[in-house]
């Protein structure tokens, strides 16, 4: 298993992909991590996940809505969603960069 990871790898996997706005690169039964890239003004389309899950915003702005509450998005945040809660990030007017993790696999 490999255990050294360059992010600027998956992020330039992200740019390129037509179809994906997310990589995840560790998906074991225990953990997930990945990282999550949108252009300014694109959307995110995640559905509740089965499992906890971190963010931690690398850079970037806009906001991270959960249940039906906006938390302000920036550089250096961590945020905790539960699992089957709904979220997603929205209005961001530069590029966000987010590092995820969940504590179970990504299906």
């Given at each position: ?30 953990l997930a991590v990945g990282l999550l890239f949108l252009k300014p003004g694109e959307e995110d389309t995640q559905i509740p996940h089965a499992s906890d899950e971190v963010y931690y ?51």
């Open positions: 298993m490999k255990l050294d990871f360059d992010l600027s790898v998956y992020l330039e996997k992200i740019k390129k992909s037509s179809s994906s706005y997310f990589h995840t690169f560790i998906n074991r039964d225990s915003v690398i850079e970037g702005d806009g906001f991270l809505k959960i249940k039906n509450k906006d938390y302000k998005v920036s550089k250096d945040k961590l945020f905790f969603v539960a699992k089957d809660v709904e979220h997603y990030f929205h209005s961001n007017t530069v590029p966000l960069k987010v590092l995820y993790f969940f504590g179970g696999p990504d299906n």
